[in-house]
């Protein structure tokens, strides 16, 4: 969400940018000299300096100074080493170094490497460049720009602070902008109110907000010795006490999420094992080298086409379905062919083959971890409230993995593909004889649990490490859901891998995520034995 | 070529031989304690510059392996006899280490860096005040050795008794074993466990008053693994040859007939796995003081498929295959790390492909098609095809 | 009787690749190199592997040494810790190899440093660890938690006053040591217990959601928050994507890590990450000739432009060029005189300044503080004035503050305990 709105912000500052240069085209210089007396001492400043400077210029500049600190702020900001001209600097894609003016977004050409130099940011200058930019925005930016800025004046509210509040209620604000400024007021009030009354009365406007600077103040007030007023006091404790229910409930309701979000991980990994596996019978020790050439595909489409990483993820997704796919035919019919009816004999055989494809793979790529970039639209996260936002990767890859299981289920169930691969699961001697070609059902249903293990492999890829072991960690987890839910029952894998993955989570804040872990797999030995065969067993004559 | 292939023959006549019980036995034994003997003579009587001296570090090797092969014969047993397929032994065998790790790390006494009397180093550093309880006595090697017997021998009988009572069996109990050691394994590296997190128990003194750097030390330990596994070796072949190897490889073969015979079947299941669980144990209990630490890793579900893949290598249902297999592997893992450090991978996952795929009865399967004349072959393979498919079905389905 | 010669064959075929490894071992001066190349560590440790060998080819073009070449033997422990005892006594033995270059976890140390000490070898274990060790046979050229933690620390707290601490690691000693060690030295600054919060996460963690939701929750109190992450290799990318998505910015908390370098970050999509931070002794931006040498001679050996240099990376090469400078100055290679040379010896670092050995067996080095930047590289925002000696014994923990190292006669000794005046755990 943040990424977009600073995208959108970019756009209008843009669209400002060029609207005010066409008006101040006539004035010629759009910085006053004061400003750019400040702006010489950038290039010479310690860090510590900087912030002083920023300082001033926000004093002298004003709003004008926005896109100055905006491209401080992305670190795009250089000196020539010899003119001491300030310039935005990035690079385009052809790897050159381009120049503009900060002011006026002015080309100023192709920049030498060695020329120029950068003004140094550090992490207490990017907190006051944003703090800066919150200030401006308040009176001029977006909707979301003054949300943001009020919000973090409510951790500061000094009495600058808050005539800029005042002065942007002034101007004119939305209803839920309004409303954040009406609880900085009412958080003034209750900090220097001086009748109970009042401050009472500030109190029921904090009681059911989140926001976290509410919550301190309260805290704060309660703990608070030398307070005197018992009704406040009392008053306090309660909003915070309410306060503390609703986050509660929200806590739980994260922890659901982050369940949910283990388990659709959990069943991506194994849902292809479900085939190979719960259907065909191969203990397939390969299937997490398969899931890591899906995600190592995953990178190289985006090396492919590096201009358009948002849509290299629908790209790689069937490429990835193609190569982990093929690979899984071409070890069906190499190896795992000849060991028909001899399934422990398949562990032994693809634990070679995921030595060889892992050894494989660090030969060709190194065994550096590769770096796969996330596409904006799935970065940041959706804040429903103050204390509760569920992360875009998170949700998408959930959804991803209902979708994923939805078209299997379809496939298995109703195209003549699945028809067969039914059949000769459960009797492959009599769907022989019946007319279907084992041999080439084997190869694809081998080949469409590889392949869906290696889209599975896309979407852990925006997780996790892209590299030689990436395999190895979801293997084990893996066969445990799979056995979990029942062997040869798709629903069993789902329903499998949302309850290992809640009840994993459920557990962490009191266990710690290694107690949790083991406990979790503690009571899964303790469950086979009580059912033999999963949650769901599976019917009929091949069950023995 | 003349030279590699009388070679051949040769291994596939002794191999041959320790096919039929008695003679094949005692050939292995006497072997195993020709060889042993002769390299620790070698060890210590010649001097270092002589041409047939064999250095420590062969000796400690060749320790290691035993141990592992030890191991190895432990999976045989459960798995060629009785159609168990434990992904996880390393669990047992890390479980024995530990124990006699826990003996080593308070033989060092005050000698460790802090020269702390009663704690370990590990505990003086991150603070620990006193000795946990389950720390205490194992100071007394006797009763450290039986802890490291009693335990994995307990989780065995345990987690046998579970799961053969509520007849899991096949896949079902692969992954559960599997989970087993997994969960030790994540259990064993917190640091709040008291076995010294992911560092393990290291740094050990001696064993019994006896220096463990010292050469007499190695040779004896070496020798008393040989002794070991010759005792372990000649002890499972009695089983399987006896009344009760015969039921269990029924069971094997077709568990609900047995049972419906009036066997209880689960027990024999049970009993054999701790007995399994147990040699498992002691060559864990063997590995520790050669190799000079213990850690979480052993645990490592990978570390327990490997060992079954030993077996496979060698050759299961025969003991002395797992025991070949086990140091075959291992000897090639050495040479190939040290030989060809970047692919060795590709070569020994290549190695467990060709075997599986190529030679079902592993090494000794191999050698026993050349040594057989035809005929006899002919009926044998029959025979194997029966009971393999007997087998495979069985696991597929259960 | 047949198997038997099989088996003795078998031992023979073993016995003479020793005597013709003896027969060689003459020629050449031969250097032991003792890092994964498969398995979990092979990401970090195939990195030092390469720096060796370039270091053995770059001396070689120098002429060698006391007139040898050099030639490199590796050996490839596949991140199995017994393996590496294994290996470290084929390398002593078999190989009689004049020195070992190894080893990255502390486990792996741990289970190397009974073999050299029997064997009496010589090892350089070139990465960040907790310390609390002095070995003779080992010389550890990279930072002690006093050349890192520590430093970090100060800055967070001098420069961004922080009040309010995560300290986030990996269950493991090193993780451990180093929180025990900061929690001793937050409490002395006057930081309260409650504002303390200490998680670890077993190895290769890749659901961060619980921890960093419970990190923010701990930073919405109105102290300034920041996070001192001892998170280990492979879990530290879904942790910082974790971070990112949810909206935990370098500003609202910002990370410091110790095992977080150059390569670490290649791996990972930095945008999300700027201006969170990393203490080390050396980072590759940092401008200097010997630096830029470095650092072009590295991608030229390697054959890839894009490939970054690091922290262990340095600790490799003063190791590596400071006991060339030793063997030079003893004239020989023997582990005992080496080992003396090796004491007081100085070699520039990278980064400007010089590096020196001293009595404990540990490095003065200088530290330094980065931010991590867009391109995946750090822009250093703090640097220590002087070098600073690495301790082996931790100040701050109760077992250790007592115990020094001192190499050098009289007392020789990796844990000389100076209120009893003995050498603790020394076998009379």
């Not at chain 1, 306090?236 to 739980?252: S, V």
């Not at chain 3, 923010?216 to 492979?234: M, P, Q, R, Y």
Request: with cysteine.
């Amino acid at each position: 969400m943040k990424q977009f709105l600073r995208s959108v912000s970019l756009v209008l500052t843009c669209l400002l940018v060029v609207l005010s240069t066409g008006s101040a085209l006539a004035q010629s210089q759009a910085v006053p000299p004061a400003v750019e007396e400040v702006l010489q001492k950038l290039p010479e400043a310690s860090l510590r300096e900087t912030g002083e400077l920023v300082q001033q210029l926000e004093q002298v500049g004003g709003a004008e100074m926005r896109p100055l600190f905006e491209t401080m702020l992305a670190g795009d900001l250089y000196f020539h080493k010899t003119s001491g001209e300030l310039m935005a600097v990035q690079k385009n894609i052809a790897g050159e170094l381009i120049g503009r003016d900060v002011f006026t977004g002015a080309e100023l050409g192709v920049q030498g490497r060695r020329d120029i130099k950068k003004i140094r940011v550090n992490n207490r200058l990017r907190g006051q460049l944003r703090d800066a930019i919150g200030r401006i925005d308040l009176l001029h930016g977006s909707e979301a720009e003054k949300r943001t800025a009020v919000l973090a004046i409510l951790d500061d509210l000094s009495a600058n602070n808050l005539s800029l509040l005042q002065s942007a209620a002034d101007v004119g604000v939305s209803k839920s902008v309004g409303d954040l400024i009406e609880l900085a007021n009412a958080m003034v009030r209750l900090r220097d109110g001086s009748t109970t009354d009042d401050r009472l009365a500030a109190i029921a406007l904090m009681d059911d907000r989140l926001e976290a600077p509410v919550r301190n103040q309260l805290r704060r007030l309660v703990d608070d010795e030398n307070e005197q007023d018992a009704a406040v006091k009392a008053a306090a404790q309660e909003a915070l006490e309410n306060i503390t229910e609703r986050i509660e409930f929200y806590g739980q309701m994260e922890q659901l999420f982050f369940g949910l979000s283990l388990g659709s991980v959990l069943l991506l990994a194994a849902i292809g094992l479900a085939i190979t596996f719960g259907v065909m019978g191969v203990i397939n020790m390969a299937h997490g080298e398969m899931i890591m050439l899906g995600a190592y595909t995953t990178y190289v489409i985006q090396q492919l086409m590096p201009a358009s990483i948002e849509y290299s993820l629908l790209v790689a997704v069937p490429a990835a379905f193609l190569v982990s796919g093929s690979v899984g035919v071409l070890i069906e019919r190499g190896v795992i062919r000849h060991l028909q009816g001899r399934p422990l004999e398949t562990l032994l055989a693809t634990f070679g083959i995921s030595l060889i494809l892992q050894q494989a793979v660090r030969s060709i790529f190194s065994p550096l971890n590769m770096q796969v970039v996330t596409p904006e639209w799935m970065s940041g996260s959706l804040a429903i409230n103050p204390v509760f936002s569920v992360t875009y990767n998170r949700l998408y890859i959930l959804l991803f993995a209902l979708a994923v299981f939805v078209t299997l289920l379809t496939i298995l169930k109703k195209s003549s593909l699945g028809l067969n691969v039914r059949a000769v699961s459960q009797n492959r001697d009599m769907a022989k004889a019946m007319g279907v070609r084992t041999e080439m059902v084997d190869a694809m249903t081998f080949g469409l649990g590889s392949g869906i293990a290696g889209v599975a492999g896309v979407a852990l890829s925006q997780l996790t490490n892209v590299g030689p072991n990436l395999g190895q960690s979801y293997i084990i987890d893996s066969f445990m859901v799979v056995v979990f839910g029942g062997v040869g029952n798709l629903l069993g894998t789902l329903v499998g891998g949302f309850s290992l993955g809640v009840a994993n989570k459920f557990l962490e804040p009191a266990t710690g995520a290694v107690l949790a872990n083991i406990i979790v797999l503690v009571c899964l030995i303790l469950f086979i034995q009580k059912r033999p065969k999963g949650l769901f067993p599976q019917r009929g004559r091949a069950a023995e | 070529m003349n030279a590699m292939s009388n070679l051949i023959e040769k291994m596939t006549r002794v191999l041959t031989e320790l096919r039929q019980p008695g003679k094949g036995s005692s050939m292995l034994v006497g072997v195993l304690l020709a060889t042993t003997l002769a390299m620790s003579a070698a060890n210590l009587l010649l001097p270092a510059d002589s041409a047939f001296y064999v250095s420590t570090y062969t000796i400690t090797l060749m320790g290691k392996y035993l141990c592992f092969a030890m191991l190895a014969m432990a999976v045989d047993i459960i798995w060629g006899y009785c159609g168990i397929l434990s992904l996880g032994h390393g669990a047992f065998f890390a479980l024995g280490g530990y124990g006699m790790g826990m003996y080593l790390m308070r033989q060092i006494g005050d000698r460790g860096v802090y020269g702390n009397p009663d704690l370990p180093d590990f505990m003086v550093f991150l603070n620990w005040q006193e000795l946990p309880w389950y720390w205490f006595g194992m100071d007394q090697f006797w009763f450290a050795v039986l802890m490291a017997l009693a335990i994995p021998g307990l989780l065995a009988f345990v987690f046998g008794w579970l799961a053969f009572r509520s007849r899991v069996t096949g896949v079902y109990l692969s992954i559960m074993t599997q989970a087993l050691t997994y969960a030790l394994m994540l259990a064993f590296f917190r640091n709040e466990m008291g076995f010294g997190g992911n560092n393990g128990l290291t740094d050990f003194k001696d064993i019994l008053g006896f220096d463990l750097q010292a050469d007499a030390t190695r040779v004896a330990l070496l020798l008393v693994t040989t002794l070991l596994l010759v005792i372990a070796f000649i002890t499972s072949r009695a089983i399987v040859q006896s009344r009760l190897g015969r039921v269990i490889v029924a069971v094997r073969d077709a568990e609900a007939r047995a049972r419906f015979l009036g066997y209880r079947t689960e027990r024999y299941k049970v009993w054999l796995f701790v007995y399994s669980a147990l040699i498992a144990a002691v060559a864990g209990m063997l590995y520790v003081p050669q190799v000079g630490i213990i850690n979480p890793g052993e645990f490592s579900p990978l570390n327990s498929i490997e060992v079954v893949v030993w077996v496979a290598v060698g050759g299961r249902g025969t003991l002395y295959g797992a025991i070949v297999g086990a140091l075959l592997v291992n000897y090639a893992k050495t040479r190939f790390t040290a030989i060809m450090p970047d692919g060795w991978l590709f070569a020994l996952g290549a190695l467990f492909v060709i075997v599986t795929v190529y030679l079902p009865q592993g090494l000794a399967g191999l050698l026993q098609r050349f040594g057989r004349s035809e005929s006899v072959q002919a009926a044998r393979r029959e025979e194997d095809a029966g009971s393999d498919s007997g087998i495979s079905t069985r696991e597929v389905n259960a | 009787m047949q198997l038997k010669k099989f088996v003795a064959g078998l031992a023979f075929a073993a016995g003479t690749s020793v005597i013709s490894t003896v027969a060689l071992a003459a020629e050449t001066i031969k250097v032991g190199v003792l890092h994964s190349l498969s398995g979990t560590m092979a990401i970090s440790e195939t990195t030092l592997k390469d720096t060796v060998l370039m270091m053995v080819d770059e001396q070689n073009r120098k002429g060698g040494l006391l007139g040898k070449k050099l030639e490199a033997v590796v050996v490839d422990p596949a991140s199995d810790w017994p393996l590496f005892a294994e290996k470290a006594r084929e390398l002593l033995t078999k190989e009689k190899v004049d020195v070992i270059f190894g080893c990255w976890t502390s486990v792996s140390r741990k289970s190397v440093l009974p073999v050299v000490e029997e064997l009496n070898g010589l090892m350089f274990y070139p990465v960040q660890y907790e310390g609390e060790e002095s070995s003779k046979n080992v010389f550890y050229t990279g930072a002690s938690p006093n050349q890192q933690a520590i430093p970090a620390v100060d800055y967070l707290m001098s420069d961004l006053e922080v009040d309010r601490w995560v300290l986030a690691g990996t269950d493991y000693v090193y993780p451990r040591t180093t929180n025990k060690i900061l929690e001793a030295y937050l409490e002395s600054k006057g930081v309260a217990k409650e504002d303390i919060m200490i998680n670890y996460t077993p190895f290769g963690h890749s659901d961060w959601q619980s921890i960093v939701s419970d990190i923010k929750k701990f930073g919405s109190a109105g102290k300034k928050t920041a996070v001192v992450s001892t998170i280990n290799g492979d879990a530290n990318v879904p942790f910082y994507k974790e971070l990112a998505n949810q909206g935990v910015s370098s500003e609202d908390i910002p990370v410091v890590a110790f095992s977080v370098g150059e390569e670490e970050l290649s791996g990972i999509d930095t945008g999300p990450l700027v201006g969170h931070l990393a203490a080390w002794n050396y980072f590759q931006g940092i401008d200097s000739e010997s630096n830029d040498y470095f650092v072009q001679q590295w991608k030229k050996f390697i054959g890839d432009e894009k490939r970054v240099t690091n922290d262990p990376m340095e600790a490799t090469y003063i190791g590596f060029n400071m006991w060339a400078k030793a063997v030079e100055k003893a004239g020989t290679t023997d582990v005992d005189a080496v080992e003396q040379a090796m004491i007081g010896i100085e070699f520039p670092n990278l980064t400007g300044g010089t590096a020196k050995m001293n009595k404990n067996h540990h490095l003065s080095k200088p530290v330094f503080i980065g931010e991590i930047q867009d391109d995946g590289q750090f822009e250093v925002v703090w640097a220590t004035d002087d070098v600073v000696a690495g301790d082996a014994w931790s100040d701050f923990l109760p077992g250790s503050k007592d115990l020094i190292a001192d190499w050098t006669a009289p007392i020789k000794c990796g844990n000389y305990n100076t209120k009893s005046k003995a050498c603790s755990g020394q076998a009379e």
